[in-house]
Structure formats: structure tokens, C-alpha cells
């Protein structure tokens, strides 16, 4: 039997031993030789042993049916347990325990028993009743939990919008477990017998408890402050549950308490029917899709058109001769639903008062921000919105480089003096990382030193990159608020929105960041240890200040915007994304800026049915988000050991870890490897707490240079057109893998079916290769993997586009509509006229934005002098495509007479000044 270091999560742990439980008793019914059945036995009881550790906190089957079905097997009744075995299994893959008692004795009647879940329409699943779990948290006797269980079995009716079942545990510890394993648990309650430590013993349970303050803080508590710490705890990890505390305290005695997601307090009382109704009604707030609803209720409606759109109702497509494949495709439903009515029963996105708006609340209840606005055309528009509200021109806005094309764009739009920061290279893959935070705080001191910091708005980051590396955002916005204390930061999570719903993941979340520093900033023991250091850094160096991990004054104002691409992690429509505000000035300042801003990038015509599915979306993740991520990052886990450990995949592939793509200092923890073929899984949450970067474990980049294909190669020639598996990101020697909340764990195993095919058919290949043949492959590979071009810094804006020469920032939207006057720009060929004219001495300025896919991002801005380092990058660069660049005339430069007119204009400027 597999170890539980083998394992990265209980659900899988004990989904694998059902399967390997049900294997082992159906081979001791078919088995004669004894010798064989006392070794199957033997797997039998360690099994059973093992599932007997977690199988409390699941309500299906249920612990007496477990304790029968092991009693069963040691009385020798195995065919019997054989088939309860395979039914619970079965139940488990299925879900069918959802919709339906299932018997699990042998001569039970079930017509359903051949009725896969997966198997039934959508139509059918949709008339389902939801089922979920409830937990109970209550020190009691066999007796004292049926009754329990009874009771509230008795509260149900035939009305009821869901079913659930109960789980009883009896401590504080093991309602966390029982949280952390248990996606099915929507609420718990907690009873004033609860216990405080976990009877419990198990390796697994041990790693889940000791990141959730189960230590010295919780051994002094009061057992009658058991509850509300439970409560507290729970929204930590699992925010988007409910709590009931039951109590015999006194009303006084609660107030005071942190109750964290506690929903009600029941006093003394034993009233299941109220606790019945408030856990439905609980459920009920987060099932609510206002616009959704608005929308299908919409679509019944008979309406008459005279306005806009002949696709609506579908009168365009279902009188047509010519386009009736387009209506057979889709369905009658979309057209029902597309209309640019207002009225009726639907809203505004320009100005939301109805159900739009109480789907942007719920959103914000959900990501944890104090504001969230639905946008139905990317995130590209998001990132503009922000700017657009945030920055005036002339203000200062701190920019990582390599960040999104639509960032650049905004600060043309915005007219902001752009300082960019440079993240840390990769030669050796082609990629960047992120910007270290000792560079930002050399950047800010700077702009400090020469005057500038009340003109410095904004810092604009991108967590996670799209190669998957993460900030410990928390630490970047106190260290950086330290010296600028009104910095507005703008976290671009186009990649992040999934980890709202990890606990792991949340803690580098924006939106948790913000909400975490605002409490913190509040407290006396923040206060006082802002004026120890003050205290201790009088007169302290800039180079002291960079070597400190500075603590921001309690004054500071906490100001962070996301903006995440829904669509890209979560269930949405393409284009469907969101902005989330936790801005402690927006109301009093940004406001209006910020809904002219909205006005000017979103459409009068928004669709509709983008954003029905934000809204479906965010229901989704409340109920299920907690689920589904763990699962993702269960098949990228999957996927990750499966090709480290596989002997013949090693020949030619590899996959990165934290230790490839983040160097050593950056690592605090020491963590190289989530995977480790001799240890197992190493805990994330230790790195995940420390570390200045993490490796986002949901996007495996594999290194293929090994192949001798380059990574657009692989992508397009071999994955896509001959294997039909979808990729997005490369590099020079690399792709990208990333799961998302519907990989499953065929579509893993499909994917290293495929790598072992193609890694076989290299070894024949090159069996059968001639010496030449052989010796032009190595070649191809030391080419990929070896002599790889350094990536360039940014170098730097022309003088003519800065404003002085004390800091690097430079006039981005001067540069950009410099070039709209055809007379300011030549043209230069990459390997003629261009290396020609950098090796007289000219000086040469890029007029455009050169965007080489892959990286994705810009190598050269408008305003931005043309390195040696560039040059060679871009002359290395084997890419089909970028952006900005011409082949057939070439670099797009200002030409010599429009950089010495920026000269004498600049110098006149400053003699007048």
C-alpha cells in the first residue's frame, strides 16, 4: 500500500483506497489459493485501518455502515462486503450519493444501481435537488449523535431547496480537518460539548492541523470560547461557510468575541427546526445568481421587438433559409436571452440598480473586496479602467516590465511618467521571473531622494505571471507603503482569480492582503512596533533601509485594486472579468474618476450573456470553488510527479520547480521541489508563508529542448496538430501546461500518454539515426539548451522623453504620439541598416512597441533607446511573430532630426526653468 507521503491530499488519498479496497475484496471472492486470500486479507485490514482515520468526516457512507462492512469482512461474510465495497465506490465516482439513499446490502432493491451520474442529461442534474454536508461539532456518545442526526432529519419537507446529511464530530481539531477534507460541508455547527484536541492520530491529519494555529494559542483557551475560536478558525481557511454557534453564555458574554463566519448564536435551546431553516437559508444566499435568474426569467417572457438586434428571440436565424445550422448548434435559449433591453426585469451595466448590481455585491462578498465591477471585455479593458481613474499625467507609476501589452497602453492613455522595474532573469529558459522587492524599495528611495515621492502613484505588479511565479504580496505592499504611505498598488490577476479559494493560495491574494493589513495597521501591537523601528533607524542609510523589512505607519492608507480574468480560472464566457477594489480612499476620491473611467471603456451594448456567467461563475466557486481548486491542483500535482518519476520521460523532458524558476534568495524556506521522487510532497504552506516568490504549482512549465524542438515547434506541430491537446504559453526550450478548475485526471493521464508516446518515438528515432543525423540532433538540442540568448534589461527612455536625469522615469505618451507624424520615424533593417547605425555610434530610439510572442511582452517601448543587448536578443529571437516589427522595411526608429529637436526643445525647457 502506497504511503501517504505519496499522497498531495486526503480526497485523493481516499478516493484511491476505496478503489484499492474494492480490488482487494473482489480478489479474495474470486481467490482459492489460501496463501493468496490471508495476503489479500491482510491488504484488506490495512486498508480498512487506514480509511478508518478519515472516513469520519465524510457523512456518505457513513461510520456505522464503514464499522458494518469491517465487521462483515473480519466474520468472513466476504461477498457481502464485496459488494457494499463496489457500491460505495461506485457512489463515490459517480456522486449518484448526491441525488440518492444508496443500499448497501446485498439483497437491497436499487433500480438506480445502473444509473451513472455522469450519464444523466443536463436537463435532468439541473431538476436535482443540490446536496451538501452540515457539520456538527459536539462531544457525543453512538446514542447522543443518532439522536442528533434524527432530528434534524425529521425538520425535512418537500419543499426544501436542497438535501443534506449531517457529520458529527467531537473537537475543535477535528472540525478543521474535517473542513479542509470535506468538500461537501456548507455549514457547521458548533454545540457547547465540543472538545478541544483531535483523538485522531494520523501523518496526514498532523501536516493539515499544523497550519491552522492548532498549538500553544488554542491549549490556553477556555473550553467555553471553544466555539467562537472554531468559528474564527474556519473563516481563515474556508471563508465562504456558515457558522451556528450554539451556546449556554450569556448575550454579554458573546458580544466581545471575534465570531468570525458565524451567521447566529443559538442560546441554550435545542430548536432544530429554526437551525434547519437558517442553514438552508444560508446555503440559499450564496446560490443566488440575481442576474442569472433575471435573465432566464427574461428569455419566458413574449416580447415584441422593435429596437435593436433582429437575433433576438432568434426571429433573424429561425426564418432563415441559409443559417439554420447556426440556430441547430445553439439552441433556442441564447437567442431567448439576447436582447439590449434594459427594462423588464434586467439592468444597466453602465449604471446598475437592479440585479447587475446585487451580482457585483455578491461578487465582492466572494473575493473578499469592498467593491467589484463585472466587465464583458477582458481584462485588457480592466487594467485601463484602473489606470484611467487612478492616474493623472504627469504622476509617476511604478511599472513591471513584462507585464501585459494593455498595462503600456494605459499609461500612454493616462499620460504617466513610466519607471519600469526589471524582474529577475531566466537565461536559461528565456523567461523572466518578478521584480525583487529590494528593487522597488531602491526605486522608491530614489524617486524619495530626488523630491519626487508626492508625484509617485502607483505600483503595478502581475501576481501571479503567467509562467506562474507569485509575490508575497502582503509583505510588498507594508514595505512599500513604509516609504510611500499612500501607494495605490494594482495586482494584475488575470492568472489569479482561482486562488481566492484555496486557503494556500488566498494568503497572496490581493484583495486577503489588503483586507489582512487593514486589521493590522489598527492594532496596538502594530503601533508599537512601527515606533521601536522608527526609533531604530534614525539616520539609518538607504542601504539600511533596503537590508530591513520595513513596518508601515499606522497612518497609511491601505489602497489595492485586482483585476482578474474570470474567464482565464473560473467559469465565465471569454471576456468575461472583474475589477475588486479594496481602496480605503476610493469613496472619497476615486469614485467619480473611476465611473467615467468605467463609461469611457465599457460598450453601451454589453453581452448579456457574459455576464449571466460571472454571475453563474462566482455561485459556482461559493459553493464549489474550494472543491474544484483543490482538484486542479490535485491533476497538476498528478501531472508533475508522474513526469519527474517516469524513467523514459526523463530522457527528454523536464519539469521546472521553484528551484529552477526562482533563485535561492528569493527562497527563504528552502523548498525546491513540490515533488520529490525518495520524500514524496513536500508541504506548500511553510513556502507559501515566507517566501519572497512561490511557484504556483497549477502551471507546470516543462523544458523540452531536449527533444530538439523549440517550444512553438512542440506546441503547434507536435501537441496540437497531430495529438489535438490545446496549449497557450512557450518559450525559446519550453511549454506551459496550466490546469484549471476542469482538468480531470483522464485528461492528465492523456497528456503523459502522449509525452511517453512521443519520448518512444524519439528513442526509435534516433535508433535507427545515422551519425550525421544523430550529431544534427545533439546539435539542435545544445542549441535549445545551452546557447541561449541573455534577455535584456530595460535600458533606458531617450532624455528627451525624462524629465531630468536624477530618476529613470520617461514620458511614455510623448513618445507614443511623436511617432504619429511619419516625418519623426525611419525604418532600420534588423542585420543591415540597424547594426550599421549602432556601430557609427548613433543613438537609436525605438517609435513603437516591439512585442516578440513568445515572451508576450514588450522588448522595446516608444521612447526607449535600442540596446546592444536588445539588438542581439531580438537578432537571436527564432519566433514567427512579433508584434511592432516590420520584415519587410524592418525597426520603426525616430529618426536622428526628431531626437535633436527633443534635445533643443528639452534644453530651452530647462534654461527656462
Known amino acids: 500500500m502506497d504511503s501517504v507521503s505519496e499522497y498531495y491530499s486526503a480526497t485523493q ?7 484499492a479496497l474494492r480490488a482487494a475484496v473482489s480478489a479474495i471472492c474470486r481467490e482459492t489459493s489460501q496463501a493468496k486470500i490471508k495476503s489479500y486479507s491482510d491488504e484488506v485490514q490495512e486498508l480498512f485501518k487506514a480509511l478508518s482515520r478519515i472516513e469520519p468526516y465524510w457523512a456518505f457512507p457513513g461510520m456505522p455502515a464503514f464499522v458494518h462492512m469491517r465487521r462483515q469482512f473480519e466474520n468472513g461474510n466476504y461477498e457481502d462486503v464485496a459488494f457494499s465495497v463496489t457500491r460505495v465506490t461506485r457512489a463515490l465516482t459517480t456522486g449518484s450519493y448526491r441525488r440518492r439513499s444508496i443500499p448497501l446490502e446485498r439483497d437491497s432493491m436499487d433500480e438506480e444501481e445502473n444509473n451513472d451520474e455522469a450519464l444523466l442529461s443536463p436537463e435532468a442534474r439541473a ?74 492520530e494520523n501523518e496526514i491529519l498532523k501536516k493539515y492541523l499544523s497550519h491552522l494555529g492548532s498549538g500553544e494559542d488554542l491549549d490556553n483557551l477556555l473550553p467555553e470560547n471553544y466555539g467562537a475560536e472554531l468559528c474564527r478558525l474556519i473563516q481563515q481557511v474556508r471563508p465562504e461557510l456558515d ?142 479602467i484602473v489606470v484611467q481613474a487612478l492616474v493623472r499625467p504627469g504622476d509617476i507609476v511604478l511599472v513591471d516590465r513584462d507585464c501585459h501589452k494593455s498595462h503600456h497602453y494605459g499609461m500612454v492613455l493616462a499620460g504617466a511618467e513610466v519607471l519600469y522595474l526589471d524582474s529577475y532573469p531566466l537565461n536559461e529558459y528565456s523567461m523572466y521571473g518578478a521584480v525583487p522587492l529590494r528593487e522597488i524599495k531602491h526605486q522608491l528611495l530614489a524617486l524619495k531622494a530626488a523630491g ?79 515606533e521601536a523601528q522608527q526609533k531604530q533607524l534614525e539616520g539609518a542609510s538607504d542601504e539600511d533601509l533596503l537590508n530591513t523589512r520595513l513596518i508601515p505607519p499606522p497612518t497609511a492608507r491601505v489602497r489595492a485594486y485586482a483585476t482578474q480574468s474570470t474567464h482565464k480560472t473560473l467559469t465565465s464566457l471569454r471576456q468575461g472579468s472583474m475589477i475588486h477594489v479594496n481602496d480605503q480612499d476610493f469613496k472619497g476620491e476615486v469614485e467619480q474618476n473611476f465611473h467615467e473611467a468605467y463609461m469611457t471603456h465599457t460598450s453601451t451594448s454589453p453581452n448579456y450573456q457574459i455576464i449571466a456567467s460571472l454571475d453563474v461563475g462566482r455561485r459556482q466557486v461559493e459553493l464549489e470553488g474550494f472543491e474544484f481548486v483543490q482538484r486542479q491542483i490535485e491533476a497538476a500535482m498528478a501531472l508533475r510527479r508522474a513526469i519527474s518519476s517516469h524513467p523514459l520521460l526523463q530522457k527528454y523532458f523536464k519539469v521546472l520547480t521553484a528551484g529552477d524558476m526562482i533563485p535561492d534568495s528569493y527562497r527563504q524556506s528552502g523548498v525546491t521541489s513540490y515533488f520529490d521522487t525518495e520524500q514524496g510532497w513536500t508541504d506548500l504552506w511553510e513556502c507559501w508563508e515566507q517566501d519572497d516568490f512561490v511557484l504556483d504549482a497549477t502551471r507546470v512549465t516543462l523544458a523540452v529542448g531536449g527533444t530538439g524542438w523549440d517550444g512553438d515547434t512542440f506546441k503547434n506541430q507536435v501537441l496540437m496538430d497531430k495529438y489535438g491537446i490545446q496549449i497557450n504559453k512557450t518559450s525559446r526550450n519550453t511549454v506551459l501546461f496550466m490546469t484549471n478548475i476542469g482538468t480531470t485526471r483522464s485528461s492528465v493521464a492523456y497528456l503523459i500518454e502522449v509525452l511517453v508516446e512521443i519520448a518512444k518515438e524519439l528513442d526509435d528515432l534516433l535508433d535507427d539515426a545515422s551519425n550525421m543525423e544523430r550529431l544534427a540532433f545533439d546539435r539542435r538540442v545544445a542549441n535549445l539548451m545551452e546557447n541561449y540568448p541573455p534577455l535584456p534589461d530595460f535600458s533606458r527612455f531617450h532624455d528627451g522623453f525624462r524629465p531630468d536625469n536624477l530618476t529613470p522615469e520617461g514620458d511614455i505618451r510623448k513618445a507614443y504620439y511623436l511617432s504619429y507624424n511619419e516625418k519623426n520615424c525611419d525604418y532600420l533593417e534588423l542585420n543591415g541598416s540597424l547594426k550599421a547605425a549602432m556601430e557609427e555610434g548613433k543613438e537609436l530610439v525605438s517609435a513603437s512597441f516591439i512585442i516578440p510572442y513568445p515572451p508576450g511582452f514588450p522588448i522595446l517601448v516608444p521612447g526607449q533607446v535600442i540596446s546592444r543587448e536588445i539588438l542581439d536578443f531580438m537578432r537571436a529571437l527564432d519566433v514567427n511573430e512579433i508584434h511592432g516589427y516590420r520584415a519587410d522595411l524592418g525597426l520603426r526608429v525616430f529618426t536622428q532630426d526628431a531626437l535633436h529637436a527633443l534635445t533643443e526643445e528639452k534644453t530651452i525647457q530647462t534654461a527656462a526653468e
Open 452 to 530: 519626487k515621492l508626492d508625484r509617485v502613484r502607483m505600483l503595478l505588479l502581475t501576481n501571479c505571471t503567467f509562467d506562474g511565479v507569485v509575490y508575497n504580496v502582503q509583505r510588498v505592499m507594508e514595505e512599500c507603503l513604509a516609504i510611500k504611505p499612500d501607494l495605490v498598488f494594482l495586482w494584475d490577476e488575470a492568472w489569479f482569480a482561482f486562488a481566492r479559494f484555496s486557503p494556500t493560495y488566498r494568503q497572496r491574494t490581493a484583495m486577503r492582503s489588503a483586507n489582512n493589513l487593514r486589521k493590522r495597521l489598527r492594532s496596538d501591537q502594530h503601533v508599537a512596533a512601527y
Open 13 to 19: 488519498l481516499r478516493s484511491d483506497r476505496w478503489a
Open 243 to 384: 457558522a451556528y454557534l450554539v451556546t449556554e453564555r450569556s448575550v454579554e458574554e458573546i458580544a466581545g468575541l471575534d465570531l468570525g463566519i458565524c451567521r447566529r448564536v443559538f442560546y441554550n435551546q435545542e430548536d432544530f427546526m429554526e437551525l434547519h431553516l437558517n442553514i438552508l437559508r444560508g446555503v440559499e444566499a450564496r446560490n443566488k445568481s440575481p442576474f442569472f435568474t433575471a435573465l432566464v426569467e427574461y428569455s419566458k417572457q413574449p416580447t415584441g421587438v422593435f429596437h435593436a438586434m433582429p437575433i433576438s428571440r432568434g426571429k433573424s436565424i429561425s426564418r432563415s433559409h441559409w443559417i439554420q445550422d447556426m440556430g441547430a448548434f445553439y439552441g433556442p435559449n441564447i437567442f431567448l436571452a439576447e436582447t439590449s433591453a434594459t427594462s423588464g426585469g434586467l439592468d444597466s451595466l453602465l449604471e446598475p440598480s437592479g440585479p447587475i448590481k446585487k451580482a457585483q455585491e455578491l461578487a465582492s462578498r466572494a473575493f473578499g473586496s469592498k467593491q467589484t465591477f463585472f466587465a464583458t471585455n477582458g481584462t485588457s479593458t480592466c487594467n485601463k
Open 127 to 200: 431538476m436535482t435537488r443540490p446536496y451538501f454536508e452540515v457539520l456538527i461539532v459536539d462531544n457525543v456518545n453512538d446514542q447522543q449523535e443518532r439522536w442528533i442526526k434524527n432530528n434534524m432529519e425529521r425538520m425535512r419537507r418537500v419543499e426544501d431547496p436542497f438535501h443534506y446529511e449531517a457529520v458529527v464530530v467531537p473537537s475543535l481539531e477535528d472540525a478543521l480537518i474535517a473542513v479542509l477534507f470535506n468538500h461537501n460541508i456548507q455549514a457547521i455547527v458548533a454545540r457547547p460539548g465540543l472538545t478541544l484536541k483531535s483523538r485522531n
